[in-house]
């Protein structure tokens, strides 16, 4: 790996970066911030939408069946949304990084086609589940829903596995520049994959349970008290509410991780610029020249965190050699965004220790208007927090694409102005975007005009409160 590093090195400092990298970079970066919204929903929608369905047969529960039956629906829109989105990143990767996908495809395309069986999985089964309201027996329609769950998260474990990989590559035998052989097992279940698919497993529950939650208590604070309301509020929120104390275990065991297997991210994160001892945990802060500029120092606590003891010794950027070392710009970034994630994540949890004292002293949710204002927000804050976490995961393994392997700048496609594609992806993604919201806005409008108490047992083409959808067959 020194070798390699070397060459690399070398290679960097005897030629400029090509004018390709900054369009193609931020092409990248918009897409990838826009896709990974709808992962959440992909992931744990449909979870949600079970937890509903399962509670609405078992207790007799119509408001809870009403609920799962309109979060399909959501579900189906946004996993179209995904569809479109994905494809588009698919494509930029062969357009945009041709090196990455010359050299590297034979180990890097193999997660991306197990991610393309997952995707036609859960297209066929959330069809089969959406088309079987009303036309298939409560259980057996149920069990449909299974499949889409367990698909998506096999999805999301597949993109995760190709991420982690360029993180920590393995899995293959170079010989000459060239792949020559390839481990499938290794290539998927790399170093870095249990510990990232984990965190995004959690993050995905902890962001669609806060968006749910959020758009119930904004009704709440609108005079909308139903038992319909209180139901869809608190589904998500619980789901929320468990997943997030073992995303913030689970994130201090990442931390300590990433410390041992990618010291210059932790470098970055920590913004260290000297390897050193007793170092502290600098909040906020930018580098500035190679030097932390504007930052509160926790002393001693970034070794505390890292090796349980004050004398932890951290690797910093100056044991980065020059020509691969981070810009002060990146370091920057990765530390201000691992920030954000991490004082939005408490956050939350103040909020998740609220609603637990509010339900301890037996007080109606519907009245705690402070609170409910705070969850109201609470799904933009979860979703912050989920883009900070990818930039400092994006950001933090720059300059490289593949760690140790291959430099960003060399994984670049080096033909044509780049820029108006970039423009044309922006305007796609605009009216992708726009259409959405539209159509979820005319479904909300056509739910309202329903009115919460129209609610029945959504089974049977006789019966249920989307009855109007049901064609009519000759003869009837």
């Not at 669609?208 to 208590?217: E, K, L, R």
């Not at 939005?344 to 204002?373: D, G, H, K, M, T």
């Amino acid at each position: 790996m020194t070798d390699t590093l070397q060459v690399l090195a070398q290679h960097l400092a005897s030629a400029g970066d090509p004018p390709q990298l900054l369009p193609a970079r931020q092409q990248m970066a918009f897409t990838l911030g826009f896709h990974i919204i709808l992962v959440p929903f992909g992931v744990a929608l449909t979870t949600l939408m079970l937890i509903a369905n399962h509670r609405g047969l078992r207790r007799d529960d119509p408001e809870a069946l009403l609920l799962a039956r309109r979060w399909s629906k959501v579900a189906a829109v946004l996993f179209a949304v995904g569809a479109i989105t994905g494809t588009v990143l698919s494509f930029e990767l062969g357009i945009l990084w041709p090196g990455l996908m010359g050299r590297f495809g034979a180990a890097f395309g193999f997660p991306f086609a197990i991610e393309g069986l997952f995707f036609f999985l859960e297209a066929i089964f959330v069809s089969i589940y959406i088309y079987g309201w009303d036309r298939l027996s409560p259980w057996v329609h149920f069990w449909t829903g299974v499949p889409v769950a367990l698909s998506s998260i096999g999805g999301a474990a597949a993109v995760i596995a190709a991420n982690s990989w360029m993180n920590q590559p393995g899995g293959f035998t170079l010989r000459d520049g060239r792949v020559v052989a390839v481990r499938p097992v290794e290539v998927f279940f790399n170093g870095a994959f249990w510990w990232e698919m984990l965190h995004m497993l959690l993050a995905a529950y902890i962001v669609a349970g806060f968006v749910v939650a959020s758009v119930y208590a904004a009704g709440m604070l609108r005079g909308r008290t139903s038992r319909y309301h209180r139901t869809g509020f608190l589904i998500g929120f619980l789901t929320a509410a468990v997943a997030l104390p073992l995303q913030l275990v689970v994130g201090d065991t990442i931390a300590r991780y990433v410390f041992q297997a990618e010291p210059a991210k932790f470098a970055a994160i920590e913004l260290l610029p000297s390897t050193a001892t007793h170092v502290p945990e600098t909040l906020g802060g930018i580098l500035v020249d190679g030097r932390v500029r504007y930052g509160i120092p926790v002393p001693d606590m970034a070794s505390l965190l890292a090796g349980f003891r004050p004398s932890t010794r951290i690797s910093g950027l100056n044991a980065i050699p020059a020509q691969v070392r981070p810009s002060d710009q990146a370091v920057s970034t990765v530390h201000l965004a691992f920030d954000v994630m991490v004082g939005l994540s408490f956050a939350l949890l103040a909020l998740v220790l609220w609603f637990v004292w509010v339900w301890w002293r037996r007080r109606p949710i519907s009245r705690q208007r402070w609170f409910l204002r705070c969850c109201a927000v609470s799904g933009l804050a979860a979703v912050a927090c989920l883009e900070s976490g990818w930039i400092t995961t994006e950001v933090g393994r720059q300059p490289w694409t593949v760690v140790g392997h291959l430099l960003t700048r060399d994984a670049v496609t080096t033909q044509g102005n780049l820029w108006p594609l970039f423009a044309a992806v922006l305007v796609i993604y605009a009216a992708v975007g726009v259409g959405a919201v539209a159509v979820l806005v005319s479904i909300k409008r056509r739910w309202q005009s329903e009115g919460d108490d129209s609610v029945a047992v959504p089974y049977g083409p006789r019966s249920g409160a989307d009855l109007a959808d049901v064609p009519v067959e000759a003869g009837e």
